[in-house]
């Protein structure tokens, strides 16, 4: 839903997961998820995953081109 209503569309989406395997993330691409992360996750890469998304400009945003 946060995907189809335009206000939380360019909302980064994080999905951090146990279940193994390329259909969990052919999933999240299909539902729109921004980064998907298998656990067990190292700290730092939930921490620099989640930078690079705040880096990125939202959609319709003054930087979006």
């Given at each position: ?25 052919q999933t999240a691409q299909w ?9 067990p996750f190292d700290s730092a ?17 003054p930087n979006h081109g």
């Open positions: 839903r946060l995907k189809e209503d335009e206000r939380t569309a360019s909302i980064p989406v994080v999905v951090l997961t146990a279940m193994p395997g390329r259909t969990v993330k539902l729109g998820v921004s980064s998907v992360l298998h656990k890469e939930l921490v620099s995953t989640v930078r690079d998304l705040l880096k990125l400009p939202l959609a319709g945003g």
